[in-house]
């Protein structure tokens, strides 16, 4: 089987600076007999593939002679069956289980479909011309191919380094910018970080100016670039608690905490709690999924998701030299959100009872192995009404508490953290919230304070955050992908714009603003630039009591990227340039900037999807811009604290009253006096 052959035993995403060899003999055996749960006889069609499914269809494309020792796998994940499948299923029915694997063999980029219910390789597909993500091996060899090449090691020399092994060089994608010498090759970029006496923050030392390019294909430092030496810090800005000079004294807890248990309910992986019911699945390049959201409306279950997952995230930096002008990351894409996802700390990352699920990965090497707590679910007590009212005729006073079910996943991206929430409302709201915490990328420059000579230049393209160190300006883009769902597939997009109008002289009023419907029947993009304006989706087949069409709002406040649309970086991430894009909804449409962003030259992605098609009466995906500038500054180091930004999903004549009038005042079984009006 020599797809497993000539391993690595180590490949999680944080360990990027050494690998222990596992025989060949011993990954076979892992295949013969991995010790995994065993699978529902019957599972959900949509949940992952276990360990035993991923070694299974990793042994069938082996057995079927198409790979070779130098087989890599990008990727295995699910092969989601068909839509209309997925709807019709029913607890107990049986599943057809397919596993799709993108391979990279011979400096070629292959689609394998495995059928692992009849145990054979339904397709193996040339895909020409593309580049896969980038693996946790690939880091490993750039790493070394780095590391003895003359030309760095006399780059390093001249900054006083003798000894290489406490520098690390972080394997960063390359993006593409019509380079005639990088023309067809797997390439990396390399810039190298000073980790001596380092814990945390492996990123405060970089040693400024020098890049290797590494081609992965050939095996070899493509070319070094040295734009001079510019001092390396000695300060580690650690941010541990050892490392902190003041610390303030203890807390007192303030804990999110459900005494009595929490009120939602998993059943494998299907979670229902105050009226809201879906499925959590994960994948490897999107992290969370969730699948069939519906809400209970009297004695119906009423659709409104289908699915909904972050499709890309794109981030550039703004600094013009050669050694930034690269770094415009794809990181769904050239990375993975669910391959780099990483564990959640009870008490921190989620509330200390929280429940959790884990995630079966897949190394480069064909190996499944778990990383625990990835995902977690939990309630919480935002601290705020639900509701209230205070009437001050009769003092009367009416109000609700709130509680929220929270969906939150930490993928760990080199020195950014994103904190990814899906948050569930007894309004019958969806929110998507982003939050971005982690380490500022900074920057090696030789000025210590704003008011040195040299400062204004130093700090053109971000801010000075500590002596030595420019945090550099860039912008985060988060796509998220929406297939809609509102009491059925068949649905249209509604837009109207909120317009001003003038009133006639004799009225007490000048004027007031109307809304007014402006049809979109195709496919297209749409920006919240100009007029306020409403967006939503709704059935045009279905009819409430009170005489509307059931839909669902998409409210949000994102930027917009301000990249030139001939940007190499911003044709490879048209997606960023707009709010929301509307698509009919096709096989295969999944990704924002195209299935394979890895070094591709635009044009994917959304762009191709938007091709003219009718949205009257569609199965529609509606795909959400979730976008911030960051301007940085120096109270973002040496750890930022997170910022966040959203989009929500709000039901709009979706139901006849509000659906939150039936949450009670008291708590169930609560060891607290019953809550009370306020007292005058």
Known sequence: MPFLCNSASRNSASDRRSRRPLSCLGLLLLVAGWATPVMAEHPHPLDPLTAREITEAVSIIAASGKGNQGTRAAIITLKEPDKQQVLNWTAGDPVDRRAFAVLRMDGNTIEAVVDLSSKTLDSWTLVPGVESAIDSAEWATAQRLVKEDSRWRAAMRKRGYENFEEIF??????????????????????????????????????????????????????????????????????????????LHDPMRP????????????????????????????????????????????????????????????????????????????????????????????????????ASYFDATLTSPFGRAYERKQVVCVFERNPAAPLWRHAEGLNKAY?????????????????????????????????????????????????????????????????????????????????????????????????????????????????????????????????????????????????????????????????????????????????????????????????????AYPNQSKGGDGLPAYVNGESIVQSDLVAWYTIGFHHVTRPEDWPILSTVWNGVKLRPYGFFTQNPSLGVRREFKNANYKALTAPQE
Request: proline residues 5%; hydrophobic residues 40%; glycine residues 10%.
């Open 169 to 246: 060089c972080e394997s960063l994608s390359a993006g593409y910018f019509a380079n005639e010498a990088e023309e067809g090759r797997r390439l990396l970029k390399m810039p190298c970080y000073d980790t001596a006496g380092t814990k945390n923050n492996v990123y405060a030392r970089p040693i400024e100016g020098v890049i290797a390019t590494v081609d992965l294909n050939a095996g070899k430092v493509l070319g070094i670039l040295d734009e001079g030496v510019v001092p390396v810090i000695a300060e580690t800005y650690e941010f541990n608690e050892e490392a902190v000079a003041n």
């Open 254 to 353: 303030v804990r999110n905490t459900a005494p009595n248990g929490w009120n939602f309910k998993i059943d494998g992986r299907m979670v229902t709690w105050q009226g809201w019911s879906f499925h959590l699945g994960f994948d490897q390049r999107f992290g969370p999924v969730l699948s069939l959201v519906a809400h209970e409306d009297g004695d119906e279950i009423r659709s409104v998701l289908y699915q909904g997952y972050i499709s890309e995230v794109f981030v550039p930096y703004m600094d013009p030299v050669v050694s930034w002008s690269y770094r415009t990351y794809l990181d769904a894409g050239e990375f993975g959100l669910g391959t780099l996802s990483s564990s959640l700390a009870p008490g921190i990352d989620c509330p200390d009872n």
């Open 398 to 594: 009416e109000g609700r508490p709130a509680t929220e079910l929270v969906v939150r996943s930490i993928p760990s991206i080199a020195h950014y953290d994103y904190v990814i929430d899906w948050v569930f409302t007894q309004s019958g709201e969806i929110q998507v919230n982003l939050g971005a915490t982690g380490i500022d990328a900074v920057k090696g420059v030789a000025v210590q304070t704003m008011a040195e000579p040299g400062a204004a230049e130093a700090s053109a393209h971000g801010a000075l955050v500590a002596s030595g160190l420019v945090a550099v300006y860039h912008d985060h883009y988060f796509s998220i992908r929406l297939d809609f769902d509102i009491d059925g597939p068949v649905n249209r997009f509604v837009r109207e714009r909120l317009t001003a109008a003038s009133l006639a002289k004799d009225n007490l009023r000048r004027s007031l603003w109307r809304l007014e419907a402006d049809p979109m029947p195709t496919e297209g993009a749409l920006s919240e630039r100009g007029s306020p304006q409403v967006w939503r989706i709704e059935n045009p087949n279905v009819t409430t009591a009170l005489g509307y069409h059931p839909a669902f709002q998409i409210r949000g406040n994102g930027a917009t990227s301000l990249l030139s649309p001939d940007d190499w970086p911003q044709r490879r991430a048209a997606f960023s340039a707009q709010n929301l894009w509307i698509t009919v909804r096709r096989e295969g449409e999944l990704y924002a900037a195209g």
